[in-house]
C-alpha cells in the first residue's frame, strides 16, 4: 500500500472515530439527563458521520489524482445528498 | 409499546453489534428480530433504530479494521454505488410492500444463503504467491506474518449483490452484509474478512442512504434508538478485536448457520 493510501486510511479513520465518540457522548448526554435536543443531535450526527467519511475520501481521492474514483466517490455523495434533500421534504 | 428499561435496549444493541461486528453484517439482522418479537417494538421504529445503530456498528468496526488493513477501499467505493441506489430505493418503497411478502421473500434469501456458505466454507480465495499482480480492485493480506493475493472476479455479480443488499438494508434496516458477504467471498473471489470488513466499510454509508428518509419521516423514536445505539458501539468494538481470533472457516459456519435460522425464523413469521 502507498504511503498516500494508508494517509487516507488514518484521516478516514480519524473522522469516523470522532463522529462515532462525539455522537455517542451526546447520546449518553440524552439518556442520562432525558432532554430530547442531545439525543436529536446525536443521531443525526450519527447518520452524517459516513457521509463525512465519503467527503473524506473525495478530497483524498482528489488530491491523489485518481480522477475516476473521484468520479465513483461523488456519485455516492450525490445519492446521498439526495436522499438527504428527500428527507428534508418529508 | 410499554416503557422498556434502557438498559435492556443498551444491552440487546451491545449484543447485537458484537455478534454483527464479528460476521460484518452490521447487527441488524438480529436486532430487528429481537426488537419486534421478544420487546414487541413496532416493526418499523424496529427498523429505524436498527438503521441507526447499523451506522453506529459498522463505523466503530471500520476503524478497527482500517487499522488492521483488512478493507478493500476501492472495492467497498465502487460497491456502494450500486448499495446506495438500493439504499435509497428500499427507504422510499418501504411503506408500500406488505410486511408478509418482504418477511417470506428475504427470510428464504437467507436460508438460501446460508446454504450456500455452509458449502462452500472450505474454499480459500488468496493465491499464495505473494508477487502475484493482484488487478485494480483486488489487493493482498496478510495473515499469520504471510502475505497472500486475491482478486476480485465476476464484478457484476458483486455490483447486483449490492444493490440487492441496499434495498434490503432500507427496507428492512439490516445492513446488507448478509447479502453482500456471502456472495463476496463464495463467488467474487475475497477473503472472508475482508469481504466482512469491506462490508461494514460499506454499510455506513448504505445505511445513512435509509437513515436520512427514515429520520425526516419521523419514525426514529430517540431514546429506544440511542440505547441501542449506545449499546452497539462497544459490542461492535469488541466483536471487530475477536474477528482476528476466530478462524475463517469457524467464521463462514457459524454465518451460514446464523443465516439458516435467521432466514426460516423470518418465514415462519408469515405462517
Not at chain 1, 443531535?41 to 475520501?57: M, Q
Not at chain 1, 489524482?65 to 466517490?73: E, G, K, L, R, Y
Given at each position: 500500500m502507498t504511503s498516500h493510501a494508508r494517509r487516507l486510511e488514518r484521516v478516514i479513520e480519524v473522522a469516523l472515530t470522532g463522529g462515532v465518540f462525539v455522537s455517542g457522548l451526546l447520546l449518553v448526554t440524552g439518556l442520562v439527563?432525558?432532554?430530547?435536543?442531545?439525543?436529536?443531535?446525536?443521531?443525526?450526527?450519527?447518520?452524517?458521520?459516513?457521509?463525512?467519511?465519503?467527503?473524506?475520501?473525495?478530497?483524498?481521492?482528489?488530491?491523489?489524482?485518481?480522477?475516476?474514483?473521484?468520479?465513483?466517490?461523488?456519485?455516492?455523495?450525490?445519492?446521498?445528498?439526495?436522499?438527504?434533500?428527500?428527507?428534508?421534504?418529508l | 409499546m410499554t416503557e422498556i428499561p434502557s438498559l435492556v435496549l443498551v444491552l440487546t444493541g451491545a449484543a447485537t453489534g458484537l455478534v454483527g461486528a464479528l460476521l460484518g453484517l452490521g447487527g441488524g439482522v438480529f436486532l430487528v428480530p429481537l426488537l419486534t418479537l421478544a420487546l414487541h417494538v413496532p416493526i418499523r421504529t424496529a427498523i429505524?433504530?436498527?438503521?441507526?445503530?447499523?451506522?453506529?456498528?459498522?463505523?466503530?468496526?471500520?476503524?478497527?479494521n482500517l487499522e488492521r488493513g483488512l478493507v478493500n477501499m476501492r472495492l467497498g467505493m465502487s460497491l456502494e454505488v450500486a448499495t446506495t441506489v438500493g439504499g435509497l430505493t428500499g427507504g422510499l418503497i418501504a411503506a408500500s410492500l406488505t410486511h408478509?411478502?418482504?418477511?417470506?421473500?428475504?427470510?428464504?434469501?437467507?436460508?438460501?444463503?446460508?446454504?450456500?456458505?455452509?458449502?462452500?466454507?472450505?474454499?480459500?480465495?488468496?493465491?499464495a504467491d505473494a508477487n502475484v499482480e493482484p488487478g485494480r480492485l483486488g489487493g493482498r493480506l496478510v495473515e499469520d506474518g504471510r502475505t497472500y493475493v486475491y482478486r476480485v472476479r465476476r464484478l457484476p455479480l458483486a455490483m447486483t449483490a449490492s444493490l440487492v443488499a441496499g434495498a434490503i438494508s432500507g427496507l428492512l434496516g439490516?445492513?446488507?452484509?448478509?447479502?453482500?458477504?456471502?456472495?463476496?467471498?463464495?463467488?467474487?473471489?475475497?477473503?472472508?474478512?475482508?469481504?466482512?470488513?469491506?462490508?461494514?466499510?460499506m454499510i455506513g454509508v448504505t445505511g445513512a442512504a435509509s437513515a436520512f428518509i427514515y429520520f425526516g419521516r419521523g419514525d426514529v423514536v430517540l431514546p429506544l434508538t440511542a440505547a441501542v445505539a449506545i449499546?452497539?458501539?462497544?459490542?461492535?468494538?469488541?466483536?471487530?478485536?475477536?474477528?482476528?481470533?476466530?478462524?475463517?472457516?469457524?467464521?463462514?459456519?457459524?454465518?451460514?448457520?446464523?443465516?439458516?435460522?435467521?432466514?426460516?425464523?423470518?418465514?415462519?413469521?408469515?405462517?
Open positions: 439527563t432525558a432532554s430530547t435536543a442531545p439525543l436529536w443531535w446525536g443521531v443525526l450526527l450519527l447518520i452524517l458521520t459516513p457521509f463525512v467519511r465519503v467527503v473524506v475520501v473525495t478530497v483524498g481521492l482528489v488530491l491523489d489524482d485518481d480522477w475516476p474514483f473521484v468520479a465513483i466517490s461523488l456519485f455516492v455523495m450525490g445519492v446521498l445528498l439526495s436522499s438527504l434533500w428527500v428527507a428534508v421534504r | 429505524a433504530a436498527s438503521l441507526i445503530s447499523v451506522i453506529a456498528t459498522a463505523s466503530a468496526s471500520s476503524t478497527i408478509r411478502q418482504l418477511f417470506l421473500a428475504f427470510g428464504t434469501t437467507l436460508a438460501i444463503m446460508g446454504v450456500v456458505m455452509a458449502l462452500r466454507s472450505g474454499r480459500r480465495n488468496v493465491i439490516v445492513g446488507g452484509g448478509i447479502i453482500k458477504v456471502p456472495v463476496l467471498n463464495a463467488f467474487c473471489g475475497i477473503p472472508i474478512r475482508v469481504a466482512a470488513a469491506t462490508s461494514a466499510f449499546g452497539a458501539l462497544p459490542g461492535s468494538l469488541l466483536g471487530a478485536r475477536l474477528t482476528h481470533k476466530v478462524q475463517a472457516r469457524s467464521l463462514k459456519l457459524l454465518m451460514a448457520v446464523v443465516l439458516l435460522i435467521v432466514g426460516l425464523r423470518m418465514a415462519l413469521e408469515t405462517l
